[in-house]
């Protein structure tokens, strides 16, 4: 049997890309060393695969070339892959911020994604690794389960190393190093941030969970905050992560909708209530409890000045965290950096001086915000190369 194209990676962007370009009349050789396709769509979004987000925007990625993304993206658009969803009748409903999940279970959107690779006839080889990728005469030449198997074109699409437990591998990167594509250099994103000791009191505070608005340089997220046992968790801090450089610290607004002057007011209205018990009503009496002590400020609201009540309101508005660390890929849902765009075709995904060479999903200098961002961005790059090989 010969190929027109081998992807390897059974993902999202390999799925997608197999079936685009299966259903083109290409023979397609799908290649993956797990033994099952798409497993990170299998435990996504809980379970139920936030398969996309109706805000999709391409400053709504990061990538050294904040352009890259535009083209595939405006090209398959999540209306495009809400009409496939639909074709298929899986029932969704939109959560929060944009974000589609599906009634059901992820399992539909795997299934789905099956079904449109058979209908293009794509061959699927599960369990088996690559041990070798050459180039020679036009074709590409991939050892895959000691078999030498050929075509002409070659799309990478095995993803980026993180959770490395569920078989995700830097495999990507490997090979586009061998072609001469450079490597934006990767590093975890939407990840749990580490407290060290100077911080460790609010390591009692694990379970406790508050809408912050969270700032990092010029980025901010308003969504939920989780504290853990380790350090801060919850989608906002997984968000600000993705932009975070080590040994800098990240602001955290504990009132975002509370104004400068809000503890005055307060103070004004009922002078004899004790600090602890607005902070508690406006926060959670744990959290309230934790920042007081971080204060050093107890009794009640009428024996502060006004000036040290728009002091506090301020530290609160501007809470500065500094996380030792992540919990590293073991706990990243994506990674930031990967293959380098300035080598890649924006339409086509193919590398600009390597004929036939393709690179898509997350494995390229394409990382998306949480909330759906990531999955469209794999079907519109699978989509992009499955059209052009
Ligand atoms: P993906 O990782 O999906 O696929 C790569 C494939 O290549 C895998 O099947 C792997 O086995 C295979 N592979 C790797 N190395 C190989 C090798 N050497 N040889 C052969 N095969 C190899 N995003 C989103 O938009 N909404 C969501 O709800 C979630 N939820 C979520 C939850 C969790 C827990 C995680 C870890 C991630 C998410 N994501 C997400 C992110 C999303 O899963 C991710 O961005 C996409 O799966 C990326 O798709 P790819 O196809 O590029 O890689």
Redesign the pocket.
Known sequence: MSYDVII???????MMCAATAGQRGKRVLL????DG?????L???GGR???TNIHIAADRYLSANPNFAKSALGRYSAQDFIALVDRYGIAWHEKTLGQLFCDGSAKQIVAMLEEECAAGGVTIALG???TDVAHGDGLYRVTIGGVVQCAPALVL????P??PK????G?AYNVARQFGLGIIQPRPALVPFTLGAEEALFQSLSGVSADVEVRWNKTRFREAALFTHRGLSGPAMLQISSYWQHRTPIHVDFLPDRDADWLIAEKRDRPRVSLRKVLAQALTERLADTLLERLSVQGELGAQSDKALRQMAASLANWPFEPTGTEGYAKA??TVGGIATAGLSSRTMEANKVPGLYC????VDVT?WL????????WASGWAAGQAV
């Not at 290649?31 to 797990?34: E, L, N």
């Open positions: 390897l990676g059974a993902g999202a962007a390999g290649v993956d060393h797990a396709v798409g497993k990170k769509i435990i996504s979004g695969c936030n398969f088996q690794g690559v699409a095995t993803g980026g993180s959770i569920m078989g995700a591998t495999f849902e994506v898509i999903g997350e494995a998306g909330g759906g961002y990531n999955f469209q961005w794999a």
